[in-house]
């Protein structure tokens, strides 16, 4: 924990807020430890936030748990309720996750915290790395997840990421600290469950230093995607925002594939499957004549060639599903 606080410290505007670090605060074991370790350094600095689903009858107890030993400990607790139901195609774990971030970083913009704080430990991270494996992911899943990061405008960060999650509960059991058990974690009809409860105790029998190479290996993956993202930004200023057509075709297919990808991740906030990205390809690279159209869904929209130039537009979000129809195009 000091060592992470020390690769990110507080922002010199946040030093005098009352409580600028804030632990997103379950009552499962990792959170219960990251709480007690962030109130043990940063005495009267720390405040403890609680996202109440409701997706299952055990989450009232958990928000009741939380506060009693956020009294216990004499911290502030904020609980904010969520419905998070799943979108068209998402997921409902996608959703919560999605609705978890949101309501997470609206409790720290209300109450001034600088950081929120995860309890994601070394066991997460190498599940997260599994399954990402598990569905052909690309880079930035394979670098799995970020020791710190920014959504909605707000710090968070994952002190636990290099620490054995068993070693947590064990020093937990030994000091006698209570602390939830969700037992949705037990359900193996989801995957992630299935990593947790089969494939990774196996790899950690038969390999017991996976949990430091392979966060070492996720490390190093992160390093070569933000190298790429540096190179595709270089590339974007070079062709013009939005590309010019022309001078997309002027690179490598690998750089043109990186581009593409920076471009529609940075700039319109989606992501181009693989057999979507290799059909863009094939059309840029054919795009030679003035009459030659480009119009394929990519991702939350549509790619589409206005003139000299690619374009996106995002999907239209219709009122129900019984209105919905194809946009129009724009640039035919």
Known sequence: MRA???????????????????????????????????????????????????????????ALHAQRCCDQLGLPLRIERVQAGPARGQSPEDAARQ?????????????????????????????????ALSRGAGLPGLAAMPEAM??????????????????????????AVPYQQDPSNQDTR?????????????????????????????????????????????????VGNPPAIAAVQGLSPDRQANLLRHWLRSQHGTQASAAQLQQLLRQVAACRTRGHQIELKVGQGRVLRCGAHLSFEAAAAPADASAASPPQSRCL
């Open 99 to 131: 609705a978890r971030y949101a309501a997470l970083a609206r409790l720290a913009q209300t109450h001034g915290a600088a950081w929120v704080l995860l309890g994601q430990q070394a066991q997460d991270q190498i599940e997260t790395l599994l399954l």
């Open 150 to 175: 920014q959504r909605h405008g707000v710090r968070f960060g994952r002190p636990w990421l290099h620490e054995d999650g068993a070693a947590l509960r064990q020093w937990l059991d030994a000091h």
């Open 190 to 238: 989801y995957t992630r469950n299935r990593i947790r409860a089969h494939l990774l105790p196996a790899l950690l029998q038969h390999f017991p230093a996976s949990l430091r190479t392979l966060a070492r290996s996720t490390r190093q993956i992160a390093q070569a995607q933000r190298l790429l993202d540096e190179l595709a930004a270089q590339d974007l200023q070079a």
């Open 4 to 62: 992470w606080a020390q690769r990110h410290p507080l922002p010199a505007q946040a030093q005098a807020t009352p409580q600028p670090w804030a632990v997103a605060y379950s009552g499962g074991a990792d959170s219960t430890a990251l709480l007690l370790a962030a109130h043990a350094l940063w005495p009267g600095q720390v405040q403890a936030l609680h996202i109440h689903h409701g997706l299952q009858p055990a989450a009232e107890g958990f």
